[in-house]
């Protein structure tokens, strides 16, 4: 059970992390891209990672799982005590997988000649991000680290850290990953992971090895 608490309360920070301030949250018209980042040039060559749907059959099945010990009865043909946490994990996992889907179907990870992006599937810009301000593009000069959590051979979550935001459009987020400078973001494992882990090797994004 120990085990279950705990990527649920993974899985509820990756939901806040989105909800609240990571990559995903746009808007137009926000702050301009940052000067050391050129903005997407007509013609760009843009490698867009392959999508995977791995977490949202990971979340879809856990719920799953969940609703059928919700349904399992005692010796008296009762539901056992249990049978509340279970349905209610059933619900949550289920309307995160239809969200990570979303996500999933709708957006793509690029890498481009100077900077990797958040784009949507067919590779157009999504504009700004309005918690950090600037264009969703980071030069991979301003990487300071990546990783993939809670491992790269189960990757939930997929981390970096860039110097490029303002410090005055820093936000705190709730996972400590490293003590160095910058902006922290974190994204649902919506992608193809070894797709990803090759980009950030090929453009040499920095990496504090463990």
């Known amino acids: ?46 490698d867009l990672v392959d999508p995977s749907y791995n977490l949202a059959i990971g979340a879809f099945g856990i719920g799953l799982a969940g609703g059928f010990l919700e349904d399992v009865r005692g010796s008296n043909g009762d539901k056992l005590p ?31 000649d100077d900077s990797f992006s958040l784009v949507r599937s067919d590779g157009s810009s999504l504009g700004e991000n309005v918690v950090v301000g600037g264009e969703n593009r980071w030069a991979y000069s301003s990487f300071k680290n990546w990783d993939f959590l809670p491992s790269k051979d189960f990757p939930i979550l ?29 994204f649902p494992a919506i992608s193809n992971t070894k797709q990803l882990k090759d980009g950030f090797v090929k453009h040499d994004c920095a990496k504090v090895e463990k």
Do not use: W
């Open 1 to 46: 059970m120990s085990v279950l608490r705990k990527l649920t309360a993974l899985l509820v920070t990756v939901s806040l992390t989105v909800a609240c301030g990571s990559a995903f949250v746009v808007q137009p018209n926000a702050v301009k891209t940052p000067a050391n980042v050129s903005p997407v040039r007509l013609g760009m060559s843009v």
């Open 82 to 112: 249990t049978a509340k946490i279970f349905g209610g994990l059933a619900l949550v996992f289920t309307l995160f997988a239809a969200f990570i889907t979303f996500q999933t179907t709708t957006l793509r990870f690029g890498f481009d």
């Open 158 to 186: 997929v981390y970096f850290r860039e110097d490029q935001t303002p410090l005055a459009n820093r936000e705190e987020v709730p996972i400590v990953v490293d003590e160095l400078d910058g902006q922290v973001h974190f």
